[in-house]
């Protein structure tokens, strides 16, 4: 079992062993010592150009979410007994910790079906208060909130630049929150330049920093930090608007949202489920809990990524920013998409479904080549399998084995799967993939 421990100062932080990581939150005190690990450097700032002070619940939200994702982030799976479960031990300070406490086993649950690992996370006394927002006689720019009625996640990616599209084509005025990682962030710009409508952004990278070794690439929990950004952001339009809560929009596609393990052998290390509807019903549930006035809502849980573009509302500007969105799971280590991941497949397959066209430069642009690359096959000839299994494989199980759904909803996330199954058949077979 590794123990993280964490504080805000650097001054009250036990020393690196190893089986002990003392990690500073925030950065506030300063840091002076070279066995702590940092995240959140640049968090407090961000928030604080929000201009209004958010709730205790909420920085405390974000708090739990940073120390995960430096969990997740400083502890690499290979060092695991079984090369993939983690048992992580964190000891956290919040500064309501009495708020959380009655929700401890259910937050580690959430994060052991989030990651696959097992989580034991302590609260304690002491933790980082929120902030003083800046106010308008500070010489800082702050964010616009005035006249917003939502938020909605951001993240440069195809499905994100069509949730911003549609919510403006309706006239909602959405706080578009993004990670603003380098590289995501010139995608996202260069997307918000092109939207049509009113909207602000907030804008933040956790930013993590391990004092010494290699970091876990994995980042099974990426979409916990997405949301408590989100949650923060959604409060401050809350606390401007008065409503009585705002709407945190996920724009995911449902065969994503699913992502039912193509095979067998997937159902434990390459099913993500970042944004599968039991995590977030599990992150909704903590939020009525301890009080975060927002409501997570996916608007395209039963459609496919393919059916998303079909019926977006500006389908014009969809096709001249198309382009600019980012979908590869892979396209970080060469800063280029490879057009025969996972992601990339889908995404492919939903634009030709919708019959918009991309000039996008994959590193494998055409798709049948892959199938003599034995070490870059791996995804197509998982997808081409589950496309084969789809009328001989009962779905109700199939996508069952990704996690709990609920009852009354059930055949439609059954036609989903198999409706984003037909799109990438019809795909692959136009591409000689299959």
Known sequence: ????????????????????????????????????????????????????????????????????????????????????????????PLHEPARWQPLKKDLDRALHFLSGDMWDVAFQEGGCPPPVPYRRRDRFQRVRLRGLDCVSLFSGGLDSAIGAIDLLAQGRTPLLVSHAYKGDKTHQDRIAEALEGRFSRFEVNADPHLYTGETDITMRTRSLNFLAFAAVGACAVQAVSQEETVDLFVPENGFISLNAPLTPRRIGTLSTRTTHPHFIESIQNLFGAVGIPCRIVNPYQFETKGQMATKCQNRQLLADIVDSTVSCSHWKRSNQQCGICVPCIIRRAALYASGIGEDTEYTFGAVADVLNETDRRDDLLALSIAVKQKTTRKSGPWIADSGPLPPAKFENFQKVFLDGLVEVEAFLRAEGGL
Not at 15 to 29: N, R, T
Not at 32 to 59: A, F, W, Y
């Open 1 to 92: 079992m590794t123990q993280l421990v964490f504080h805000h100062n650097h001054q009250l932080l036990p020393p690196a062993s190893d089986v002990l990581l003392p990690v500073q939150l925030y950065g506030l005190s300063g840091q002076c010592r070279g066995d702590i690990s940092v995240i959140g450097n640049p968090v407090i700032e961000k928030v604080k150009r929000l201009g209004v002070r958010i709730p205790t619940q909420v920085m405390d939200f974000l708090t739990i979410a940073l120390a995960v994702t430096a969990a997740d982030t400083f502890v690499r799976r290979a060092d695991a007994e079984d090369g993939w479960t983690r048992q992580f031990s964190l000891r956290l």
